[in-house]
């Protein structure tokens, strides 16, 4: 049997799901006004704990790809573009949306509604910038483009 399509599958969602959560979380808000309901507790969830089993599934389904295909692939110009984009993304994610998602949970939309509101629009746009370098990063690696 050959296990690569598994590994490549698994190792795309293990990739989606650790950005998933800043990227949805925004949304996810705005509908429950700040108040958690049990998707956005389970994406909360998903984003604290999470991070370090998904990013080790991730590590280790990335390390097990290079090993089927060779350390060669890393020589691909559009893989190393979009190897730097999903970093890109998840500095974004631990820096900017981490802390701004957090910060919005423990503001209550009663208390402040216009800052709420202004706060969590700034959010959304944050995550709609990421949904957006995720799509670029999908594209790269559906086409692999001659880059260089």
């Keep these: 049997m050959d296990w690569f ?3 490549l599958v698994t190792h795309i969602a293990l990739a989606v799901s650790l950005l998933l959560p800043s990227v949805l979380l925004p949304f996810m808000l705005r509908r429950s006004h700040g108040a958690p309901d049990a998707v956005t507790r389970a994406l909360m969830a998903m984003q604290g704990t999470g991070t370090l089993i998904i ?7 990335g390390g097990a790809m290079l090993w ?8 691909q110009p559009w893989l190393v573009v979009a190897l730097t984009l999903y970093v890109v993304n998840l500095v974004v994610a631990a820096v900017i949306s981490r802390p701004n998602l ?9 208390d402040d509604a216009e800052g709420w509101r202004r706060r969590a629009k700034r959010q959304r746009y944050v ?9 670029v990063i999908g594209f790269l ?3 692999k483009p001659d880059l260089w």
């Design 5 to 7: 399509p598994i590994l």
């Design 55 to 61: 990013g080790a599934g991730l590590a280790l389904t």
């Design 68 to 75: 089927i295909l060779g350390p060669e692939l890393l020589t």
């Design 102 to 110: 957090r910060r919005l949970i423990g503001l209550r939309a009663e």
């Design 127 to 135: 995550a709609y910038g990421m949904a957006g370098v995720i799509g």
């Design 141 to 143: 690696m559906s086409t």
